[in-house]
């Protein structure tokens, strides 16, 4: 039957949903992804909904998707966001007061509050993300499945940096949410090079070194630039156009 999904067993294709075809320039957030690896992720996420659509309804198996992926309970996610204490970013308003505002609360709480002001605090902070997710839309809830899993088709080894992957979609998302997104009309510059030579195995950087720097805030807050400004003084959405310029 024609515009009906559930009336056939074929996984639908990207014509079906309006994609452009090959030569046309697709919107963001599909810029900074591969083609390929944009139609893996598009049938892997179409699967994931056709699997649970089948046992609950199409906007339940939505909603549970983006639980599993950000803003569940179990949500690797939501733990992550918590860890790194980007809840008093949110709360706070990072964009006047970026990064410092949440280092200072940090140690000011560690100082000066009992620590059932800091329950407190952290039960705040936990219903105004159950509020948040239960207020999102079904267009954001996939919309944030579908960038999640675009940075994660892209990843390659940072697969095996969870909270690494944790940050990119993090400062992705806050890009696609800012003006300076919503208003671009051109993709972003690519500026890869290849490196010719590999490193002895004594100086490479592994895995959980790299995860371990995005554990707590102070680890994001060593990240500097080329011109030596933090990062993190750095208004959150204009993280992710920084980082060919992180040292």
Known sequence: MPGSRMATSETPTLADFGVP?????????AWFAERDSMRNMFDFLMQQLDSRASRMPPDQALLTLHADYIGGWHA????????????????????QNPGLQ?????K??????????????????????????HNMTQYDRLRQIALYLLCWGEAVQVRFCPETLCFIFKCADDYYRSP?????????????????????????????DVNQLFWYPEGIARIVLTDKTRLVDVPPA????????IE
Request: glycine letters at 8%.
């Open 21 to 29: 075809a090959p030569g046309v320039r697709e919107p963001y957030p």
């Open 76 to 95: 690797n996610y939501r733990k992550w966001y918590f860890a790194v204490q980007l809840d008093l970013d949110d709360a706070v308003g990072a964009a």
């Open 102 to 106: 949440r280092l200072r609360s940090t």
């Open 108 to 133: 000011r709480s560690k100082r000066g509050q009992s620590r059932s002001a800091q329950d407190k605090s952290l039960n705040t902070a936990l219903d105004r993300w159950r509020q948040g997710m």
């Open 180 to 208: 300076e997104c919503q208003n671009r009309d051109q993709p972003v510059p690519e500026d890869g090079r290849f490196i010719r030579r590999g490193k002895d195995h004594d100086r490479f950087i592994g895995y959980d």
């Open 238 to 245: 204009h993280w992710v156009m920084k980082f060919d310029r």
